[in-house]
C-alpha cells in the first residue's frame, strides 16, 4: 500500500481543523465522480485507468516496438503535461546511467520542444547525426510553439536522413483526433497516430497515450502502470472512508495547512530518480491551483543533495512552508558499505550497512529537524519504484490534486494564466493575427 502519514502535520493546526475538512472533501470527491463541479469538461482522467481497452494497449505496444526495433534515440516532443509525465515515469524507473536497465536494446529517449533554446537545439540536432532516430510528437492542441518548432527540425533531419518515405515510419504523432497542425500534419504524412481524448487536460493525460507510448518505446510496462492506477481508484472512491482515503487525507491536509498560513509546499524525495515525478507534481499542483490570487505554490527539493544547498533555508527561514516527503521503502538495488582496516575516513561505523539505510536514517533525521524547527511534515511512503507502485503515486496525486482544488474553491481543470506571455510573444514575433497587440506592446516598450 502507499501510505500517508500526517501525524507530524497535527501540532500545527488547530484542533479538529483537518477532520472539520471532511465534508467539503467529500462533497469534492462526489464533484469529480458524478461530474457536477466546475471544469467537468476535464475529468475524463477519474475513470481513465479502469476504463482502458486492451486494445489501446496493444496498439500503443505495437508501436513502441516498431519504434524499438528501428531507432537506437527516439525523441520525444511536448511540453509542460505533453512532456512531464512520460520524462517522471521514464526516469524514476529508468537506470540512473542508462535510459532503461532492463533491457540493453532499449533506445535512448531523449526530450525536445520543452524550451526554445537555440543552443540545446543545435546540440541535439549535431547529436543526431548519424544516429537511426524517431520522434514522437505530442501536442494537444497541435500548436504549441516550443513542441512544433522543435518538430519542424526533427522532422527534417529525420526526413534527411532516413528518406521520406522511411521517415514516416519512425515517426509518431499524438494529437487531437481532428484540430491542430500537428493532426493535419499526421495525417498528411500518414503517421501511426493516437488520440488524446478531448475530456483529460494535458497535466491529466500521463496515463494516455501521452505518456504511455515514450514509457512503452523506453522500454517499461505500461499495463503496471495503469493496473496500479486503476486499482488506486478503487482505493480513493466516494466509498472509502476519508481516514483511509491517502488522496482525500493529502487535499484535507494541504488545505488545512494553506488556511494556517502555509502558502508554500516542498515536494521532498530522497531518491534522485524522483527529481522528474517532482516537476511533474509541479505543474500538476502548480496550473490546478494557481488562480484568482490563490493556491499553495508547489516547489520541489531532492534530498539530501538540496540539504547542503536548501537545507538552512528550510530548517530557520519564514515560516511559510510545509513539507512532503516521498519515502521509498524498498531500494532496488543492493550495496554494503564496506569495512576499511585503516578507517581514515572515519566511517566503520557504517561498516556492514546498506547505504539505503543511511539514507533512511538521513530522512528521519531531517523530517524531525524540519519539525522541530517549526515545518509540518506529510509523509508519503511508496513500497518500491516500479510501474505499479508509479501508477498508484500519480493517481493519487491526480485525485488528491483535483480534490484540493475543488476545497479551495477553484476551477482546478483550467490554465487561462499560460496564455498571457504567449500572446505577448507573439505579438513580439510578429504573429499574423496579432497586429494590434504588437502595436500596444511596442508602445509599452517604447516608453
Ligand atoms: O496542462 C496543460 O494543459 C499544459 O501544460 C499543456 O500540456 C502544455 O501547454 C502543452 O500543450 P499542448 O499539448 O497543447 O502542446
Given at each position: 500500500m502507499i501510505k500517508i502519514d500526517?501525524?507530524?502535520?497535527?501540532?500545527?493546526?488547530?484542533?479538529?481543523t483537518i477532520k472539520a475538512l471532511e465534508p467539503e472533501v467529500k462533497d469534492a470527491i462526489c464533484k469529480l465522480e458524478n461530474g457536477s463541479g466546475a471544469g467537468n469538461d476535464f475529468i475524463g482522467w477519474v475513470n481513465l485507468a479502469s476504463a482502458t481497452k486492451d486494445s489501446l494497449l496493444d496498439a500503443i505496444e505495437e508501436s513502441a516496438r516498431i519504434m524499438r526495433q528501428k531507432c537506437d534515440v527516439v525523441v520525444v516532443a511536448g511540453i509542460g503535461g505533453s512532456y512531464l509525465g512520460a520524462r517522471a515515469v521514464i526516469e524514476a524507473l529508468a537506470g540512473s546511467f542508462c535510459t532503461s536497465d532492463n533491457d540493453k536494446k532499449n533506445p535512448q529517449i531523449l526530450f525536445a520542444g520543452h524550451n526554445i533554446s537555440e543552443d540545446y537545439l543545435f546540440e541535439l540536432t549535431e547529436y543526431l547525426k548519424n544516429c537511426r532516430f524517431g520522434i514522437i510528437n505530442i501536442s494537444?492542441?497541435?500548436?504549441?510553439t516550443e513542441t512544433a518548432l522543435a518538430f519542424r527540425l526533427l522532422k527534417k533531419q529525420c526526413e534527411d536522413q532516413w528518406g521520406r518515405e522511411e521517415a514516416r515510419n519512425v515517426i509518431v504523432a499524438v494529437t487531437d483526433a481532428k484540430r491542430g497542425a500537428a493532426r493535419v500534419c499526421a495525417d498528411k504524412e500518414g503517421y501511426r497516430s493516437f488520440i488524446i481524448p478531448d475530456n483529460v487536460g494535458g497535466r491529466f493525460s500521463v496515463l494516455t497515450p501521452v505518456g504511455l507510448l515514450p514509457i512503452a518505446v523506453a522500454g517499461f510496462d505500461i499495463r503496471q502502470l495503469v493496473k496500479g492506477a486503476a486499482d488506486m481508484e478503487g482505493l480513493t472512491?466516494?466509498?472509502?472512508r476519508f481516514e483511509d482515503n491517502p488522496s482525500a487525507l493529502y487535499a484535507a491536509v494541504r488545505n488545512a495547512l494553506y488556511r494556517n498560513g502555509k502558502k508554500i509546499e516542498i515536494l521532498a524525495n530522497?531518491?534522485?530518480?524522483?527529481h522528474y515525478l517532482s516537476e511533474w507534481w509541479k505543474q500538476l499542483y502548480g496550473e490546478s491551483e494557481g488562480k484568482e490570487g490563490k493556491g499553495i505554490f508547489p516547489a520541489s527539493v531532492d534530498f539530501s543533495t538540496d540539504l547542503h544547498s536548501m537545507g538552512q533555508w528550510i530548517q530557520e527561514g519564514e515560516r511559510t512552508i510545509f513539507e512532503t516527503v516521498i519515502s521509498v521503502d524498498k531500494a532496488k538495488h543492493s550495496v554494503l558499505v564496506p569495512f576499511d582496516e585503516e578507517n581514515l575516513d572515519g566511517l566503520n561505523f557504517l561498516a556492514g550497512k546498506h547505504v539505503d539505510e543511511v539514507n533512511k536514517m538521513a530522512e528521519l533525521g531531517t523530517r524531525l529537524a524540519h519539525v522541530d524547527g517549526g515545518v509540518p511534515n506529510i509523509r508519503i511512503t511508496v513500497p518500491q519504484l516500479n510501474e505499479y507502485w508509479i501508477g498508484q503515486l500519480i493517481y493519487m496525486f491526480e485525485k488528491g490534486c483535483g480534490i484540493s482544488g475543488y476545497v479551495l474553491g477553484v476551477n482546478p481543470f483550467n490554465q487561462p494564466g499560460v496564455e498571457a506571455y504567449k500572446k505577448n510573444m507573439f505579438a513580439l514575433l510578429g504573429k499574423p493575427g496579432y497586429e494590434e497587440e504588437s502595436k500596444r506592446i511596442l508602445s509599452r516598450i517604447k516608453e
Open positions: 500526517i501525524s507530524q502535520v497535527r501540532d500545527f493546526v488547530p484542533g479538529n494537444k492542441s497541435g500548436t504549441t472512491g466516494s466509498g472509502v530522497f531518491q534522485p530518480k524522483l
